[in-house]
């Protein structure tokens, strides 16, 4: 028997940050028809409000040391501020969301990352998607909405990155649904030259990828989201597009799609 | 046929602010046997995160003005970072919880409360609860935890009070559920002299309350309290306890049973 289809669309900070351009978003993942799922990112709202607490933001290679007290920032600003305005203009626009996070019904459970030549902290990688959990809350019509934390089981909230929230649940939810994964982002997708908006690789499976790669076309933040997205589709997940927030509902423009 | 009973349990300041107290609590609360929801407050994180975001709390006969700065103080403390580390401590001792706003699957509407002599600000009085959208996550034995915080349908988070929200849930499910709803709070029940822990008045019916508040035994905050408890019966709930929180599962000690 055919699955059923489940989009699941992930959105980062670009769109979190610029309110007019969240709500556009919004509209349109209203309107994206059957069963879908919304993960997000937090942004820099967090690095602010942790200023203002005057907790210190370290970074190493450009990742977050998340410490007990970037922990708890992340829960306030992940876990409630954006993830509860979210869903609450959802259902403004008539979609049931229901905000979520790794901890609740369960659904994501990770492990601390082991301490190597960095100790990330409270940082989780994930280890299992309770996918048939998730599942009861989308049979009963619910649009969940996941913020970028998740829990270890035994009681402790970890930070995890949300393209890879985002690739987990679409690979979990691959065992009873066709997945379309979509990452919107800043670009129009995946550029062969950073500064050129129009560069867009329209079509690229993992040959061209391993390629591109080795020719170091890829700038640092957009190797981890493309290394997500060949898992996922490795893994079982049916199609994976890239691009800005509007190819959800409009596929005229330039996106990316990724293929084995 | 005889409904499902439904435990409601709620928990204030009290509860939240002490971890031990709250690990033991939740200890409790995880062995409670059959359908359950938790309602809890926020205490006075808000207060001491806002003090540090340079937020000034206004108070108004001893209520907390919610501006939009408030708000989101409060959007972050209980429904991020008090929420979801009660979610996440749950999911440790088995319990299938699942942390909720009132807007999560547009559990709790209320409208923003009229302005009279008291601009009370992003305040919510409630309107509506669907008791059948929360009984679907009931019937996939899902542990509901609610934070006090509602929606007006329009997009906007409104702050409420637990208490309140605690009584409307109960109303609103006493249709399906045969309902206990529990008031935990740092006294052993409803004293006859506030100073006197001993002086627990164990059973209370309505027209002993009309007299007792007539002769002015109860104080400011306890009120409140009292006329939810009393709503909630006279509108179908089947019992209301009022006591400290090992009374959910200790019933030998002495509490405040209410009735009509």
Redesign the interface.
Known sequence: MAKEKLSIVKIGGNVIEDNDALNTFLEHFSKLEGNKILVHGGGKRATS?AA???IESKMVNGRRITDADTL?VI???????V???I???L??LSV??????G????SIRSVKRPVKEVDFGFVGDVKSVAYQ?ID??IK?H?TPVFCA?T?D?????LNTNADTIASELAIGLSKLYEIELTYCFEKNGVLMSVDNDDSVIEYMDSGTYQGLKGNGVFHDGMLPKLENCFHALEQGVSRVFIGNPLIISNKEQKFTTLYL
């Open positions: 409000v203002k607490l005057g708890e829960t306030m600003v992940y876990g409630g501020l993830n509860k305005n869903v609450a203009k259902q403004a049931e969301s229901i905000g979520l996070t901890a609740d019904v369960n959990s009861k809350l009963a619910f934390i829990h089981g035994n009681g402790q909230l």
